[in-house]
């Protein structure tokens, strides 16, 4: 008898035809994440789970399944904050992840949003959809130039180390980084914590994993010691960014300008946030092309037939 795999939203064919090939498949059919009493009928339904962000696994939800049938969590995503993996463990359920699939088409939405923030393209954009632009200008639209600025990353893990790459080789930047331990990489500076990054960089960019510990962690402080023309990005997790405190760093004017591919709250966006021309905002679109995220599902899906086939987890986490 074929194992019962829950998958919780919709994915490429390639990645489907995949884990149907093998096992026994539902496929919720709704892009609503799933919801605790979800998680907890599913563990106790199916021998292992495909699911993703906005899927609620609480350590509640997790608890709640007395005795569980799920053996594996595969997670179609590198970020994993929506789990708790220490009431996984404690049910004697391994938890994998996606990363490296990912690396490359983040660390291209970062360098997109340091670019369309910098240069005002999403504000041009709206000026000539808008039928308002009167023509070429001296002084119209002038944005920060960005090619040979001073990069500051706060995180540099797979992602971080990519937008350096991305920032030294092609545009000439000076790259400062913090990170939580020691990590020696070419070309780029280390300083000793994330608010000195801040205060010398151009455009500070968080790339951190999201989670408890990284919760809130671009802040007051950290806005408070960037400069005056300094952009902020984040593609790393709507949770690692205080967005109150960064509201209140707009409007007054002590940074210039952010780019946003993520949300605190997401999908929902601060009406503040979308009032200010200064700010670029993406839908999540960090790994939004099919290669990539064929990679991701078939990661994933490597990781449930390691699981198995009584190997060890490709992905544990």
Excluded at 56 to 66: C, L, Q, R, V, Y
Aim: include cysteine; proline fraction near 4%; charge should be negative.
């Amino acid at each position: 008898m074929k194992k019962k795999i829950l998958i919780s939203k919709a994915m490429p064919e390639k990645v489907l035809a995949a884990v149907r090939d093998r096992y026994d498949v539902t496929l919720r059919e709704t892009e609503e994440g799933m919801s605790e009493a979800e998680v907890t009928e599913a563990m106790c339904n199916y021998d292992a789970l495909l699911p993703t962000l906005g899927d609620h696994f609480t350590g509640a939800a997790i608890s709640a399944a007395e005795t569980p049938k799920c053996g594996l969590i595969a997670n179609f995503g590198m970020g994993f904050n929506h789990i708790d993996v220490d009431a996984a463990r404690a049910k004697g359920i391994g938890v994998t992840n996606t990363p490296g699939a990912v690396t490359d088409a983040t660390a291209d939405i970062a360098v997109t949003l340091m670019l369309m923030t910098a240069r005002r393209a999403g504000e041009g954009e709206r000026l000539v959809r808008s039928g308002q632009w009167s023509g070429w200008q001296p002084t119209q639209m002038l944005g920060l130039h960005f090619s040979g600025r001073t990069i500051g990353i706060i995180g540099m893990g797979r992602i971080g180390q990519a937008i350096a790459q991305r920032c030294r080789d092609g545009f000439g930047c000076r790259i400062i980084y913090a990170n939580r331990s020691p990590k020696p990489v070419e070309g780029a500076e280390q300083l000793a914590s994330a608010t000195e990054v801040a205060a010398k960089a151009d455009i500070v960019v968080a790339a951190t994993p999201g989670g408890a510990q990284t919760r809130h962690l671009i802040g007051k402080e950290i806005f408070e010691a960037m400069q005056p023309h300094a952009i902020f990005v984040n593609i790393s997790r709507g949770d690692v960014v205080d967005e109150t405190a960064l509201i209140a760093a707009l409007r007054s004017g002590s940074i210039a300008g952010a780019g946003l591919d993520v949300f605190e709250f997401e999908p929902k966006v601060p009406e503040a946030l979308i009032a200010m021309e200064n700010v670029s905002l993406l839908p999540h679109l960090g790994t939004a092309a099919l290669e990539v995220r064929e990679a991701m599902g078939m990661m994933a899906v490597e990781n449930i037939n390691a699981y198995f086939d009584g190997k060890p987890l490709i992905n544990p986490v």
